[in-house]
């Protein structure tokens, strides 16, 4: 076990490096310069142009300049915000909380409803519950999640008043951000639940369950529910690592301040050091969930064995 970790860790250092890489050399080709949002008005002078870009290393190649971004990066600095001149850590730090807030309250109604909405339509299969929860899911998934944000927020918001439009970060206004992120995985939730239950439920080892009298409580407990739940522990450690790295319509339409929020802003302004800063950050997140995901596996599964 230790030193299948210790891989995994050298494969998530090589997989952050390679992201930034790639990221910067987008950045790199992309049209428009950063030292407009740096410089304002003053953008025009020369002079002025020359000092900010060796200021910030913009006049390096971009070799040199990703050297320094790592070089930096080791020692926990993510550089310098272009527009409000502080640490992009400092920046980020609260809007991540808030993402990770988010993230999690939608984690939470992914597993509620997703996991018992999948567990109901397989225990009542081709009943009313059943093709209910299969309408209900099509629906769901069917629509983007802007879509769904909208209509919440006509409904709910404007129409019947319960929620704030905008958000202000209290846990009213999460509520509506949060439905709207988990909907979509809740309905995959329920249909991937769905799945895997009905293909335990025909393994010999769990007819071999029943036909020795254990009580039905059991076998669905202990046999069937642990089994079945491995994919979709799966499926919603990527969609929390997803949502870390900042739920970029979502919280753009609610306005919610947190990292996907930051990156549309960013993306507007040309501040590349809170472009990079998000998707590193979101990097990190989602390699570690990986990570702790398998390591979880074996938990569920002991004939499982990590190597």
């Known amino acids: 076990m230790g ?14 490096f390679g992201a930034t890489l790639i990221l910067f050399a987008c950045l790199f080709v992309l049209p428009g310069d950063p030292v407009g949002s740096l410089g304002g008005d003053k953008a025009r ?40 001149r502080r640490q992009v850590t400092e920046v980020l730090g609260p ?40 309408l209900l899911t099509t629906f769901a998934i069917g629509f983007p999640s802007f879509v769904i944000g909208m209509v919440l927020q006509s409904t709910f918001s404007v129409n019947l008043g319960w929620f704030p439009l905008i958000s202000d970060g209290s846990f009213n206004s999460m509520i509506m951000p949060a439905f709207t992120l988990a909907i979509i995985d809740a309905a995959l939730v329920a249909r991937l639940m769905r799945g895997t239950m009905l293909e335990v439920l025909r393994a010999d080892y769990v007819k071999t369950a029943i036909a020795k009298g254990l009580p039905r409580r059991t ?10 739940i491995i994919p979709v522990v799966t499926y919603i450690g990527i969609s929390f690592g997803g949502l870390l790295g ?4 979502t919280e753009a339409i609610f306005n919610w301040d947190g990292m996907g929020y930051a990156l549309v802003t960013a993306i507007q302004q040309g501040n590349n050091p809170i472009i990079v800063g998000v ?25 499982i064995r990590l190597s």
């Open 3 to 16: 030193k299948y970790v210790i891989r995994r860790i050298g494969q998530m250092v090589v997989v952050l």
């Open 95 to 134: 809007k991540l909380g808030n993402t990770a807030k988010l993230a999690v309250a939608a984690i939470i109604i992914d597993v509620v409803i997703g996991v018992l909405a999948g567990l109901v339509a397989a225990l009542f299969r081709y009943s009313f519950w059943d093709v209910l929860v299969t």
């Open 45 to 84: 002078d020369p002079a002025v142009v020359e000092q900010l870009r060796e200021r910030y290393g913009l006049d390096k190649p971009l070799a040199v300049q990703y050297g320094n971004y790592v070089t930096n990066l080791v020692k926990g600095d993510l550089g310098e915000d272009y527009t409000q």
């Open 246 to 249: 900042g739920a970029l319509i």
């Open 279 to 303: 998707v590193t950050y979101g990097v990190a997140v989602f390699v570690v969930l990986n990570l702790l995901v398998d390591l979880l596996y074996a938990v569920l599964d002991p004939r």
């Open 219 to 228: 076998v669905l407990l202990k046999h069937v529910m642990r089994n079945s």
